[in-house]
């Protein structure tokens, strides 16, 4: 069996450049060797039978987005200056933000309806390997192209510098947006993953960092996160300043990842109305509402979910000091990445241990240049990595320190954005049936594994 499963792993290793043959033999026999422990140590470990658990949130909802923002837009008069043949430049960013297309789309179709010529622009820093084409690409795997919304995506990561703000950083634009006649700002505001302050993302971050680009992003991160809170409204305030921002919209969602708010400001509001976004972020964040326990699998983690990968504020995670909060987690892993993130593995550096299959799909040159930018390093370094689903789980209880197994607290979620239903182990159930916003679903059952040990 060990000579099977080591056939695969020597063609594999054959690969590697600067090998002689008897190196790689040798090699692939020590690998093969490691890999039977391995499989020896995790198989008799056994995993709980877990029970489905809804979580319970405030729920408030937009029911037609696209409705609320025409009447916004309408009543509010922000498009009244656009003329015939006025080029309008509008952001996206790279979030999986719920109605984003809906939202962009309408946008779009409200600037033409004026006579003026909108046009999208990837606002996203480095994300997309900091290359054009890969912001470009990020858009499409999100549902925003041209063909979806109606209006040409112009991408690229040259720059223009607008100025210098009060703080002494320099402030720089996407070139197209800086050669269009206005712009618009949309933007999710929320809690960001790794420091605090009275704006965290939403509007003038995607000012400061995502309209900026990867040089804009650099000079922004460059002094480190304890700064971010100062440098993030000081750059932004320039670029609100001295480009022409027909308006700002700021989108805020329940803790079922619909829209719950559609906020639109005028470019001189925003650094006075978002810190109450943001307070009203925090309040409708969705959580594990447990306090600690063992062990957290998360289905998948990806750029589209949270720049970290996954929202750190719902793990209790963090890549800096400059966040804290949350449960408290002995073991977390993460099983996937997202097809959407193209081999961007943020976050993965967070986390205890990982698939095998997540560690084929990370690709430095999509990863490094987040971690480059925002000189956090911790991020994208390389967990423990196991062959299959039922390993990493069974890794995870493993090394948990919880020798009586009818004790394990284990905690189940697709993801950090998807929390209204959840996967804890039995042994949580007296504390989710005293809680007031959690109920069991249904009855105890034990997971599910394919042939190659991976959930169905």
């Not at 420091?195 to 960092?209: L, Q, T, Y």
């Not at 804009?216 to 022409?244: Q, S, W, Y």
């Not at 039922?390 to 394990?408: A, E, F």
Request: hydrophobic letters at 40%; proline letters at 5%.
């Amino acid at each position: 069996m060990i000579g099977m499963n080591c056939q695969s792993d020597f063609r594999e290793c054959a690969l590697l450049r600067g090998t002689s043959s008897k190196d790689r033999y040798f090699f692939m026999k020590r690998k093969c060797m490691f890999m039977s422990f391995i499989d020896e140590a995790l198989d008799p470990i056994r995993i709980p039978r877990f029970v489905k658990v809804r979580q319970n949130f405030p729920r408030p909802c937009v029911p037609d987005p696209a409705g609320e923002l025409r009447t916004g837009l309408e009543t509010g008069r922000y498009l009244d200056s656009v003329a015939p043949g006025m080029t309008v430049a509008i952001t996206a960013g790279s979030r999986g933000i719920t109605n984003y297309p809906l939202i962009i789309r309408t946008l779009v179709e409200a600037v033409k309806r004026r006579g003026g010529e909108p046009f999208i622009f990837p606002a996203m820093g480095s994300h997309g390997g900091a290359t054009a084409e890969g912001q470009k690409n990020m858009l499409a795997g999100l549902g925003i192209t041209e063909e979806t919304m109606g209006a040409p995506v112009r991408s690229t990561m040259e720059t223009v510098r607008l100025g210098t703000a009060a703080n002494g950083r320099p402030v720089y634009l996407d070139s197209y947006a800086d050669a269009a006649d206005a712009i618009i700002v949309v933007n999710r505001v929320k809690p960001h993953t790794g420091f605090r302050g009275a704006v965290e993302s939403g509007i003038c971050k995607m000012c400061a960092i995502g309209m900026g680009k990867q040089k804009g992003a650099d000079f922004c991160h460059a002094e480190g996160f304890g700064r971010m809170a100062e440098n993030i409204p000081a750059i932004a305030a320039v670029t609100l300043a001295k480009k022409n921002v027909l308006c700002c919209v700021a989108l805020l969602e329940n803790a079922y990842h619909e829209t719950a708010q559609i906020e639109l400001m005028r470019k001189d509001e925003v650094l006075e109305r978002e810190p109450a976004l943001l307070k009203r972020a925090w309040e409708l964040l969705a959580k594990i509402q447990l306090d600690e326990f063992d062990v957290l699998i998360m289905d998948e983690i990806g750029k589209n979910i949270a720049g970290t990968g996954f929202d750190t504020n719902v793990v209790g995670r963090y890549n800096t000091p400059y966040a804290s909060g949350g449960p408290k987690i002995t073991r977390v892993a993460a099983l996937d990445i997202t097809d959407v993130s193209h081999g961007n593995g943020n976050g993965l550096g967070m986390l205890d241990m990982t698939t095998m299959r997540a560690y084929k799909k990370f690709s430095m040159e999509q990863t490094y240049p987040n971690a480059i930018t925002s000189t956090v390093p911790l991020t994208v370094k390389i967990p423990m990595v196991l062959k299959s689903d039922r390993q990493v789980i069974q890794g995870c209880v493993k090394t948990c320190n919880v020798l009586d197994p009818s004790k394990l607290r284990l905690v189940r979620i697709k993801n950090t954005i998807a929390l209204d239903e959840i996967e804890v182990s039995e042994a949580l159930l007296p504390t989710v049936a005293a809680h007031p916003h959690m109920e069991v679903v249904g009855a105890p059952y034990e997971l599910k594994f394919d042939a190659d040990g991976n959930l169905f």
